[in-house]
């Protein structure tokens, strides 16, 4: 089924440099507390470089915890939204897929069939993932980490090799 979302999209894959990025877009599991706030600390982290950065998280619960608040930017979405094929459907979702994001961070870890829907339906020109030989036509680059990451090793790896990937017209100076 993710096959047909990917063919479904209409979009102009690339490369962009973090440098280059103006507009990133993270998709990432929010059930846990302890990634809801790693991801809220490594926003805004990213926004404090200039960056427009929007969040999506999943919470693979029926509806959000009292203690859980959505704030701008840092948009959660539940089981509650979901149809029979696990796709999402609700407003949230809708408006973070109408963004044309420079860049898709996916923090999919789990391959959440949920999030999975989302990368696919993600028109940004440059997306990244975790590798799994099942997605090699959803992600533009992906990571292979040597053992089951947690976020916040998934997090380095994404630093990490953001700043390898430099612009052409640097290479040949």
């Given at each position: ?48 470089t200039g960056k427009d950065v929007v969040s999506l998280g999943y919470m693979n619960q029926k509806e959000l915890p009292n203690m859980r608040f959505m704030k701008l930017g840092l948009d959660l979405f539940t089981r509650k939204s979901l ?91």
């Amino acid at each position: 089924m993710l096959g047909k979302e990917i063919r479904r999209v209409n979009r102009v894959p690339g490369v962009v440099t973090f440098e280059k990025a103006k507009t990133i877009g993270i998709i990432y599991d929010a059930t846990s507390d302890q990634d809801f706030e790693l991801m809220k600390n490594y926003v805004r982290d990213i926004r404090a470089t200039g960056k427009d950065v929007v969040s999506l998280g999943y919470m693979n619960q029926k509806e959000l915890p009292n203690m859980r608040f959505m704030k701008l930017g840092l948009d959660l979405f539940t089981r509650k939204s979901l149809d029979w094929k696990m796709k999402p459907h609700n407003q949230v979702v809708s408006s973070f897929l109408q963004r044309d994001f420079d860049m898709l961070i996916c923090f999919n870890l789990e391959h959440s069939v949920p999030l999975s829907y989302v990368a696919a339906q993600s028109k940004a020109i440059f997306k990244i993932g975790k590798y799994d030989s099942r997605f090699s036509g959803l992600f533009d680059f992906m990571i292979k980490p040597q053992s089951t990451p947690t976020l916040k090793q998934m997090m380095e790896q994404v630093n990490h090799y953001l700043t390898l990937i430099r612009n052409e017209s640097k290479q040949t100076s």
